[in-house]
């Protein structure tokens, strides 16, 4: 789909002098813009209405009903971005919200966990022979790699990849006993959906970390719903990390929990070694 907003914010310093009359007769004010006639709209930027037809096949678009259809389109897929609310300036406002939001969101995901299919999916990995974690896109890639760490140091078998192609060839070629647990922030990532939709076919046991009644939590086994209301700010980094940082930790101690001395000989060892050859002394974390 064309997006005429962002090509007009784009190209309009390429435009002749009636073009960038009607880029910012657009721009300022699309929805009345798309209750203009061609003629109202070429009145107001005092151009002719073939000068108008002329900008609109600039842009790509067939005519100017075209030009409408996809400026609506390009307006309603970015209402925040089209004219953003007016957030924090100073660093110690922006701080303020960032932290605020993030202490909103941990205890919301506390208010919402399902703690009993936290249980299921602790049990299933801890039963397992092998764990695959499965994210792409950003946030949801960094939490494969985070449940990646948190299992290896308790001694599961466990690897993470952020690659479509190699999460569908792993999913295919994972041995029996394998459980899969994915991520997505969005819940529409339709190639995760169609691996995960494979692993099914093989048996494997399907854990996913998403959105409620999403195109990803369709194909869960054990589903941990993640459910939150994203930023009118547009620039504050969205919460949503912290709220799957959260749910990954909960899990992540309870199949520690649950393996109980096995973990622990597992991380006395990562310890014995870091102490050894890194810290010193045994205050630092398991990790860095």
């Known amino acids: 789909m064309l997006d005429i907003v962002g090509l007009l914010q784009t190209e309009k310093n390429a435009f002749t002098r009636s073009e960038r009359a ?11 813009v798309l209750k203009m006639s061609i003629v109202d709209l070429a009145a107001q930027a005092d151009v002719s209405p073939p000068t108008v037809t002329r900008f609109c096949r600039r842009l790509g678009c067939d005519s100017y009903a075209d030009f409408k259809v996809r400026l609506a389109q390009s307006r309603f897929v970015g209402q925040r971005y089209f004219a953003p609310a007016a957030g924090p300036t100073s660093v110690h406002e922006i701080a303020q919200g960032v932290v605020n939001g993030i202490q909103s969101i941990i205890y919301e995901t506390f208010d919402h966990l399902d703690f009993a299919a936290v249980e299921r999916a602790a049990e299933s990995i801890q039963k397992s022979n ?6 792409s896109g950003g946030a949801s890639s960094m939490m494969a790699g985070e449940m990646e760490a948190r299992l290896f140091r308790l001694g599961l078998k466990v690897a993470s990849t952020d690659d479509h192609q190699l999460q569908l060839m792993r999913a295919a070629a994972a041995p029996p006993g394998t459980v899969i647990i994915a991520f997505s922030l969005s819940g529409n ?26 195109m990803v939590s369709k194909q869960a086994d054990i589903l941990l719903p993640v459910n939150w209301h994203e930023n009118a700010d547009i620039l504050r980094p969205t919460p949503g990390r912290y709220a799957f940082l959260a749910t ?9 929990t649950r393996l109980g001395p096995t973990a622990i000989t597992s991380m006395r060892r990562i310890k014995h070694q870091l102490v050894v050859n890194r810290d010193g002394d045994d205050s630092q974390p398991l990790g860095d």
Not at 248 to 256: E, F, R, S
């Open 22 to 32: 009607l880029t910012e007769i657009v721009l300022a004010d699309a929805d009345s």
């Open 130 to 135: 092998y764990v695959l974690a499965f994210g």
């Open 189 to 214: 990532n339709a190639q995760l959906a169609k691996t995960l939709t494979v692993a099914g076919e093989y048996g494997l046991v399907r854990i996913v970390v998403t959105r409620s009644a999403s």
């Open 248 to 256: 990954v930790d909960v899990l992540a101690q309870t199949v520690a």
